[in-house]
């Protein structure tokens, strides 16, 4: 016969326990992460994420085919996507890392996660790559719909000492996780974090760290293909132009793990006020309701 009890607050299946209930229900559910990358679902960055946060949560992957480095935001709006599952159960998908966490969080997933992570890229997202990042990209994807998210990035390219930035990841989210377990937050997050490549033992902590900036980007280079074609290739990035004390740039390069809290409002607030004559200057008066008159009575 079935008494009094409570459930527990299950998501699925609620269990309740004849006669007996609980002052503090204890939490019996997971936290969810979903992780994804722009490197590719078979990236050596994206499984030390994976075997890092793994013992944390529910942790489940969808990330791009192929490289989508660069990709920022994109969206592929004119061609279908397919979803395979590889023989480790992460998932992949032939678009750019924001279809991924898009499709993920729109129904492929069914559910909500608790967080969004991506990375570990294969070098740094710092000062002005952070508007052309994939990387950072799969997070913001995340924290447009609402879930808190995290761009992880080894400062720089090769891997080395990846396994150490995984336990660096852990280390942060383990310390995140607990503010998520009533729900997402109110005003959700997206943190761009940087990590040296350095061993646990020289790696010097955390700290929050504004961007920095780069210089434009070195020139393309052209070449010629077999058949006489001119082909260019996009340049490398700028050296740092801002690596004041107080940028991620600084920080990193004095072997902390920079954490820069990022925002999506690309809107110059204070030249706001400066370009406000020039509008009212363009404005079409014809157009402009009378200030006066209309209907009487
Ligand atoms: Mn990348």
Not at 90 to 105: K, Q
Request: charged residues 15%.
């Amino acid at each position: 016969m079935i008494g009094s009890g409570r459930c527990l607050p299950q998501r699925e299946s609620p269990l309740c326990v004849p006669g007996v209930t609980w002052a503090d229900p204890p939490k019996i559910v997971a936290m969810k992460i979903l992780i994804s990358n722009d490197d590719g679902y078979q990236a050596p960055g994206i499984v030390a994420l994976y075997e890092a946060l793994k013992g944390l949560a529910e942790v489940e992957v969808v990330a791009p085919e192929h490289n989508n480095s660069a990709k920022s935001n994109a969206l592929s709006l004119h061609s279908p996507l397919y979803v395979h599952t590889a023989y480790n159960g992460f998932r992949y998908v032939n678009g750019t890392p924001a279809d991924c966490v898009h499709i993920a969080l729109t129904g492929l997933l069914g559910y909500r996660p608790d967080l969004v992570v991506s990375g570990i890229n294969n070098g740094a997202n710092m000062g002005d790559d952070t508007i052309y990042s994939g990387t950072v990209g799969a997070a913001m994807e995340g924290y447009l719909f609402g879930v808190p998210a995290i761009a992880f990035s080894q400062t720089e390219k090769g891997w080395a000492h990846l396994e150490d930035a995984g336990q660096m990841a852990a280390r942060l989210v383990s310390q995140l996780l607990p503010s998520l377990e009533n729900g997402p937050p109110a005003d959700p997050w997206l943190l761009n974090v940087n990590i040296p490549n350095r061993p646990m033992t020289e790696l010097r902590g955390f700290k929050v760290a504004r961007l920095g900036r780069r210089h434009a980007a070195e020139q393309v280079i052209s070449q010629t293909n077999p058949r006489g074609d001119t082909m260019y290739w996009i340049g490398s990035a700028g050296k740092a132009k801002d690596d004041a004390e107080g940028t991620d740039f600084h920080a990193s390069l004095q072997g902390y793990a920079t954490i820069t809290p990022l925002k999506v409002d690309l809107t110059d607030h204070d030249r706001l006020a400066y370009w406000a004559p020039t509008a009212a200057s363009l404005s079409n008066a014809a157009a402009e309701p009378a200030a006066t008159g209309g209907a009487t009575s």
